[in-house]
């Protein structure tokens, strides 16, 4: 066989090699003109074991957050649906409180969780942020969705509490003629 055959025959292989090389990360750097693009996600990923930091730092995070929560933002605390939402999807939604922390709630969503903070709001709604992250749950008497203010989008949405759905199901009074 001449050498030329081969080079021609075998070249395929040289050209593959390289194509799936191309694809690999060089030394997991992004260069400067493509870091535009990138799209770090600025949620917290849950996990099923918590670092506790010591009874002091504790405690100064408790005194901190709950000095932070004034009397409008309790009083619409108040107002928050607990427990699990149904959302489209057949996805779901669990809003705690987080015990020790009055005001102050923990959302948890697919593998996410987030510790949320009522927000006044004009309309009346039910508003709660964790501005770390940029996600906001709203909250209305027939449902809930569940907001990325950072992207301007939403997560999920058609979320129900049961309560909501007693809400959404109650016929509306008939007007007066």
């Not at 770090?40 to 506790?52: C, E, F, G, I, T």
């Not at 922390?101 to 903070?117: C, E, H």
């Not at 039910?126 to 709203?138: E, F, N, P, S």
């Amino acid at each position: 066989m001449s050498c030329q055959f081969l080079t021609v025959r075998y070249s395929w292989v040289f050209f593959a090699l390289l194509g799936v090389l191309s694809f690999l990360p060089a030394a997991a750097q992004t260069p400067d003109h493509l870091k535009k693009y990138q799209h770090h996600h600025p949620l917290k990923q849950a996990s099923s074991h918590h670092v506790l930091p010591s009874k002091a730092a504790s405690s100064a995070l408790a005194t901190e957050a709950i000095e932070t929560i004034n009397e409008q933002q309790m009083e619409i605390a108040a107002r928050v649906l607990t427990g699990p939402s149904n959302c489209e999807f057949r996805q779901q939604v669990h809003v705690q409180a987080i015990e020790g922390q009055a005001g102050q709630f923990t959302l948890k969503f697919k593998n996410f969780s987030y510790q949320m903070v009522p927000e006044e709001t004009t309309s009346g709604a039910v508003r709660l942020m964790d501005k770390k992250a940029g996600v906001v749950w709203i909250q209305i008497p027939s449902k809930s969705m569940l907001m990325n203010s950072k992207l301007g989008q939403r997560l999920i949405d058609n979320c129900q509490h049961p309560q909501q759905q007693l809400a959404a199901e109650t016929p509306l009074p008939e007007p007066e003629p």
